[in-house]
């Protein structure tokens, strides 16, 4: 059974951290590449940042997190994570995780954390 389960959300202030991470069981993690999505209320979902397959060689970020988020993947332990820092208000949102095969076309996705940030 395929699972993504993310973790690590909660209630920050603006300027703090925090670290998510998706656990990854039922498929061969470190054949996919894993994002970071996220959707506020009443917003579409959007890309937040990914790691490619395997070594996670190759890194992307929205330009709005860029400097700040940092995604990482530890293929041993079947986890991506994704480090926030000085975190601001217009982060708040539900954080999910997302696997991604090219070929076949394969994708699943976790339920979600919440990430708060509020003084």
């Known amino acids: 059974q395929v699972q993504l389960v993310e973790s690590g959300g909660g209630l920050v202030q603006p300027g703090g951290s925090l670290r998510l991470s998706c656990a990854a069981s039922?498929?061969?993690?470190?054949?996919?590449?894993m994002s970071w999505h996220r959707q506020a209320p009443g917003k579409e979902r959007e890309l937040v940042a990914s790691?490619?397959?395997?070594?996670?060689?190759?890194?992307t970020y929205r330009d709005s997190v860029r400097g700040r988020f940092t995604i990482s993947r530890d293929n041993t332990k079947n986890t991506v994570y994704l480090e926030m820092n000085s975190l601001k208000l217009e982060d708040t949102a539900v954080y999910y995780c997302?696997?991604?095969?090219?070929?076949?076309?394969?994708?699943?996705w976790g339920q979600g954390t919440q990430v708060t940030v509020s003084s």
């Open positions: 039922g498929f061969t993690f470190s054949a996919y590449g």
């Open positions: 790691i490619s397959s395997n070594s996670g060689l190759s890194t």
């Open positions: 997302k696997a991604l095969r090219g070929f076949p076309s394969t994708t699943y």
